[in-house]
């Protein structure tokens, strides 16, 4: 397996504390069977993009792993102004081994409509979207619809592989499954971020797909697509997204684990609610 998610490099965010545990995770993740790891720190304003520091800590798992893990530097990067500016004007520097593959996330609570235009931005400047762990933000939970959106444009799906089996609440759990069950996840990953809360677990959520939607699928989600994406390589052929261009609505809704929500009927309202949030506000959310 390859795991493209994880937070191993030591001290540059909430992820592994020390050098230590970052071994400890990556020698974890070697006995599930995984054989490459992304080292996916964090780009926000909280935790910014260290260059040099996370290139040193980088440099010296790698020597220390050698023969053990191999792994490929990218980051988990935070949909900000900022960001978004620096990597259209500085093409692929935060993708997966600066090969295209972009891991992107948003702020949990809130997902300005008119983000996708700034998602196309990305785009235009030769990156491939990789949206992380969709299921388990509350923004989109209650208008899923914009995932949907964003992959009929061309956006991938990373889910996070204890979401499937309730690791994270029963919202993320229900709406990851849903996507399983449409074929609309394209990574499954473990986010590891330490030994304990967080570790990093693949194999459990591997079995899972398994179980689920068959050993093609977990190959799929856990070996082919991660190779492309760490290889820079042409996107494979995926099976068919079930309801993605015939825009059926999720199953999944909101109300059911948090109670109904202006955002809820807004989600429930499908391509009328989409509809009104082509009017181009980028520049005024993300203008400088």
């Given at each position: 397996m390859i795991?493209?998610?994880?937070?191993?490099?030591?001290?540059?965010?909430?992820?592994?504390?020390?050098l230590d545990t970052s071994l400890s995770m990556a020698l974890e993740a070697a006995a599930e069977g995984v054989t490459h790891i992304v080292c996916s720190p964090h780009a926000s304003e909280r935790y910014p993009?260290?260059?040099?520091?996370?290139?040193?800590?980088?440099?010296?798992?790698?020597?220390?792993?050698?023969?053990?893990?191999?792994?490929?530097?990218?980051?988990?990067?935070?949909?900000?102004?900022?960001?978004?500016?620096?990597?259209?004007?500085?093409?692929?520097?935060?993708?997966?081994?600066?090969?295209?593959?972009?891991?992107?996330?948003?702020?949990?609570?809130?997902?300005?409509?008119?983000?996708?235009?700034?998602?196309?931005?990305?785009?235009?400047?030769?990156?491939?979207?990789?949206?992380?762990?969709?299921?388990?933000y509350s923004?989109?939970?209650?208008?899923?619809?914009?995932?949907?959106?964003?992959?009929?444009?061309?956006?991938?799906?990373?889910?996070?592989?204890?979401?499937?089996?309730?690791r994270f609440g029963k919202a993320a759990e229900a709406f990851s499954n849903e996507l399983l069950e449409r074929n609309?996840?394209?990574?499954?990953?473990?986010?590891?971020?330490?030994?304990?809360?967080?570790?990093?677990?693949?194999?459990?959520?591997?079995?899972?797909?398994?179980?689920?939607?068959?050993?093609e699928a977990a190959r799929r989600l856990c070996e082919t697509n991660p190779r492309a994406a760490v290889n820079g390589d042409p996107w494979p052929a995926q099976p068919e997204p079930v309801g993605l261009w015939e825009r059926i609505p999720l199953k999944f809704r909101a109300r059911r684990f948090y109670g109904a929500t202006e955002r809820d009927d807004d989600a429930n309202c499908g391509d009328e609610a989409s509809s009104v949030r082509k009017t181009g506000l980028f520049k005024r959310l993300f203008g400088r």
């Amino acid at each position: 397996m390859i795991d493209i998610h994880q937070h191993l490099i030591w001290g540059v965010d909430d992820g592994s504390p020390d050098l230590d545990t970052s071994l400890s995770m990556a020698l974890e993740a070697a006995a599930e069977g995984v054989t490459h790891i992304v080292c996916s720190p964090h780009a926000s304003e909280r935790y910014p993009y260290q260059v040099q520091l996370i290139e040193e800590r980088y440099g010296e798992l790698r020597g220390l792993l050698e023969g053990q893990m191999k792994l490929s530097l990218a980051c988990d990067f935070h949909m900000t102004a900022e960001n978004i500016y620096d990597a259209a004007a500085n093409p692929l520097r935060y993708s997966i081994d600066g090969k295209g593959y972009l891991l992107i996330e948003f702020a949990d609570t809130s997902i300005p409509p008119h983000i996708s235009d700034a998602m196309v931005m990305l785009q235009s400047a030769g990156y491939t979207l990789v949206i992380t762990h969709p299921e388990r933000y509350s923004a989109l939970l209650g208008q899923p619809e914009m995932l949907a959106e964003w992959m009929r444009h061309g956006s991938l799906v990373q889910v996070t592989a204890g979401s499937l089996y309730g690791r994270f609440g029963k919202a993320a759990e229900a709406f990851s499954n849903e996507l399983l069950e449409r074929n609309w996840i394209h990574f499954l990953a473990s986010d590891g971020h330490n030994m304990t809360g967080r570790p990093p677990h693949l194999k459990k959520g591997y079995d899972y797909v398994v179980q689920k939607a068959g050993a093609e699928a977990a190959r799929r989600l856990c070996e082919t697509n991660p190779r492309a994406a760490v290889n820079g390589d042409p996107w494979p052929a995926q099976p068919e997204p079930v309801g993605l261009w015939e825009r059926i609505p999720l199953k999944f809704r909101a109300r059911r684990f948090y109670g109904a929500t202006e955002r809820d009927d807004d989600a429930n309202c499908g391509d009328e609610a989409s509809s009104v949030r082509k009017t181009g506000l980028f520049k005024r959310l993300f203008g400088r």
